[in-house]
């Protein structure tokens, strides 16, 4: 099994920025990619982002690109997501998620992992 762990969310004002942190434990897996999700109230969980097992292949969804940036340490087991000029719409609770492969998507049924989600706040 995998864990994932979800950490830096917190409450902002807008303009302003936050790192996330996702440290994944147990059984990892080589070449997955990772990805974070958010959920707002009253809303589906919408995809945010990707990142391949390399960090080459990036994927962002038009809402975020330009303000939010994904990266990952493999030695370390974490996968990041540095959010700048935050917007009140950016309030979600904000979900790391991963593969046990080489695929990725932009729908939560092609991931297989999941944390326990972290809650961002954005003030306006």
């Known amino acids: 099994q995998v864990q994932l762990v979800e950490s830096g969310g917190g409450l902002v004002q807008a303009g302003g920025s936050l790192r996330l942190s996702c440290a994944a434990s147990?059984?990892?897996?080589?070449?997955?990619?990772m990805a974070w999700f958010r959920q707002a109230p009253g809303k589906e969980r919408e995809f945010v982002t990707a990142?391949?097992?390399?960090?080459?292949?990036?994927y962002y969804a038009d809402s975020v690109k330009g303000r939010f940036t994904i990266s990952r340490d493999n030695a370390k087991n974490t996968v990041f997501l540095q959010m700048n000029s935050l917007k009140p719409e950016d309030t979600a609770v904000y979900y790391c998620?991963?593969?046990?492969?080489?695929?990725?998507?932009?729908?939560?049924?092609?991931?297989?992992?999941w944390g326990q989600g972290t809650q961002v706040t954005v003030s306006s």
């Open positions: 998620a991963g593969t046990s492969g080489p695929h990725w998507g932009r729908t939560s049924a092609q991931y297989d992992y």
């Open positions: 147990g059984r990892t897996f080589t070449y997955n990619v």
């Open positions: 990142i391949s097992w390399s960090g080459v292949s990036l």
